[in-house]
């Protein structure tokens, strides 16, 4: 009588969901010895009966040395890269990361270029979601003045690039304070006019408006369709480089009728929320 083997347990490890801590389940999966199919957190886990699943606790001391390892022998712009990936919201990032360290902390700086591989390629494929979405919120964020004179600026990128752009925006809005939160990773980047910094938030309430936003926007809009060629309109063409879903904050895309027949409670940020609705 024969028996089938058993197949083996795909292995996965879970972490807190912040880099040094999946900077300590690399260091864990080279000091064990193992190759773990997936690096995850709870709430993004899958449970199979054909996975084992081992908790790895946060150690700050391995992950630096995970850190120092990689800028040793990759450079800094790897790492760098390597935090970028970190920010983008696929969930099979972790195991994707894990098997380009392995391949690449073996082989050297050089087989970074080597995109036949696998590792590289699905990495490279995650690093330019997150640099795609990193431009789109330097193009596409807008900001409106509260009532105590802040700017405020409310988004939902694929990837949690506000760590990424402030710096932009700090720079060359030095002189007056503002907000840029990310509603989809609950993540606000706040600057005072001398610095800035990260601070974890949900649901948050946003002031009024100030009552000059409304005359800021028109102004914009003026200008928006004053600039504008209608000949060479191309609705294909500005979907391309301006996607839909940014339209939302944009109010140079509420049409011109709707703008005359808004409410006069009705901001045109919220106006252009109901055109991306109903021109979805």
């Not at 260091?27 to 773990?36: D, I």
């Not at 390629?121 to 979601?129: K, N, P, R, S, V």
């Not at 002031?207 to 309109?233: C, G, K, M, N």
Request: charged content about 20%; glycine content about 4%; some cysteine.
């Amino acid at each position: 009588m024969t028996y089938a083997a058993t197949p083996a347990l795909e292995l996965v490890y879970l972490f807190d969901g912040t880099l040094e801590g999946m900077l300590t389940a690399v260091f864990e999966a080279f000091a064990r010895r193992e190759n773990p199919t997936e690096i995850v957190t709870e709430c993004n886990l899958q449970q199979s009966l054909m996975q084992s699943y081992v908790p790895i606790q946060t150690d700050v001391e391995h992950a630096a040395r995970v850190q120092s390892g990689i800028i040793d022998m990759l450079g800094l712009r790897a790492y760098e890269d390597v935090k970028r990936v970190f920010l983008c919201d696929e969930g099979r990032k972790g195991g994707i990361l894990l098997r380009y360290l392995q391949h690449t902390l073996k082989r050297g700086a050089r087989s970074r270029n080597y995109l036949a591989n696998p590792a590289i390629a699905d990495f490279e494929e995650l690093l330019l979601q997150v640099r795609r979405e990193q431009h789109y919120m330097l193009q596409f964020v807008r900001f409106s003045q509260l009532q105590n004179g802040v700017f405020f600026s409310k988004i939902r990128p694929k990837a949690s690039v506000v760590p990424l752009i402030m710096d932009h925006f700090a720079a060359r809005f030095n002189i007056q304070p503002f907000m840029i939160y990310d509603e989809a990773h609950g993540l606000t980047g706040v600057y005072d006019m001398s610095k800035w910094w990260l601070v974890e938030a949900r649901d948050i309430i946003i002031p009024a408006q100030s009552e000059q936003q409304d005359a800021f926007e028109s102004l914009w809009q003026t200008f928006y369709d004053t600039i504008a060629i209608e000949e060479r309109r191309n609705p294909i063409c500005q979907r391309n480089f301006m996607p839909k879903r940014f339209w939302g904050t944009m109010c140079e895309q509420i049409p011109p009728q709707l703008r005359n027949q808004r409410p006069l409670t009705q901001t045109p940020t919220q106006a252009a929320r109901i055109s991306h609705r109903l021109s979805a």
